[in-house]
């Protein structure tokens, strides 16, 4: 059976994976009428850079028995760059091929509510609705997983011995992802439509490199304690996101310098 604390983690993390973007998107956009495009592009990118092309490499490298996955070091370096390049290299072409014609910074936030948006719904909301189906159906039957084919009856095993709690940090470890995305995006958006910031470019890499480490020790089982793991990395995307913050005022404060000097032109 799927105790109702289980199920109040699994409706938790669906419903922030799915609405804590979305209210964002909305917000963000009623707040500055940053085009929904910028969104749309930046979930697009997402799946096709990190989803298809990434994973395309993964197959071609991850191989049992290869060089890095049994060489830890290697593991933790490829999994590290192979994650940030994709993603920001994503953010790259986004911004510079598919909305050259938005330059305004607003545009870099709503680009990455798209893209952590996608990642929310591929990464979490699928699965937590499919851990919702199977825990009514568990539930309907007793806890007899029988009823369920077989290829599910593992899957009914493990949710069923998962504590509420790890069921809802799913939820938390979204809006941190979000945020995250959020601020990377600012940092690309600099790189790319500001003249002399290219280096935020392989900055971004580099701190979305960094906080993947956690992840990449939690799944080798050198970091063991989930709720450890989603501490360091909150904190890791704290430290991104206060530079990311501190860009775009700076942008803000830049174009305001601008408007004057435009003004006492066109006089």
Same mark, same amino acid.
């Given at each position: ?5 289980? @199920? ?5 993390? /669906? ?48 191989? !049992? ?21 994709? $993603? $920001? ?8 091929? +598919? ?9 870099? =936030? ?13 990464? *979490? ?6 851990? +919702?189906? @199977? ?9 007899? &997983? ?9 899957? %009914? ?5 998962? !504590? ?14 979000? *945020? ?17 910031? /290219? ?13 993947? =480490? ?13 709720? %450890? ?9 704290? %430290? =991104? *996101?206060?530079?990311?913050?501190? =860009? ?15 003004? &006492?032109?066109?006089?």
């Amino acid at each position: 059976m799927i105790s109702n604390l289980q @199920l109040l983690g699994i409706f938790f993390s /669906l419903a922030v994976s799915v609405g804590f973007p979305l209210t964002l998107l909305l917000v963000w956009r009623r707040k500055t009428r940053a085009p929904f495009s910028a969104a749309a592009v930046g979930a697009a990118m997402f799946f096709l850079f990190a989803m298809v092309l990434e994973q395309l490499l993964h197959h071609a490298v991850l191989r !049992p028995g290869g060089y890095i996955l049994t060489h830890p070091w290697a593991y933790i370096l490829y999994g590290t760059l192979a994650a940030g390049i994709f $993603e $920001e290299t994503g953010r790259l072409v986004g911004f510079r091929f +598919l909305l050259r014609k938005h330059s305004g910074k607003e545009t870099g =936030v709503m680009y990455g509510i798209g893209h952590g948006g996608m990642e929310a719904l591929l990464v *979490c909301a699928l699965n937590m609705a499919l851990d +919702l189906v @199977l825990a009514f159906r568990l539930n309907a039957a007793g806890g007899d &997983a029988s009823v369920l084919s077989a290829g599910y009856q593992t899957l %009914a095993a493990s949710l069923q011995t998962t !504590p509420a709690g790890l069921l809802a940090v799913s939820g938390v470890e979204r809006v941190i992802a979000v *945020c995250f995305h959020i601020a990377l995006s600012v940092l690309v958006f600099e790189a790319v439509k500001r003249p002399g910031k /290219l280096w935020l470019y392989p900055a971004a890499i580099l701190l979305h490199a960094g906080l993947d =480490v956690f992840a990449t020790l939690y799944q080798l089982g050198i970091l063991k304690n989930i709720y %450890a793991l989603e501490g360091l990395i909150a904190l890791a995307a704290l %430290a =991104v *996101c206060l530079p990311a913050c501190r =860009v775009y005022r700076l942008d803000r404060a830049e174009e305001k310098m601008e408007i004057p000097e435009e003004s &006492a032109e066109n006089g």
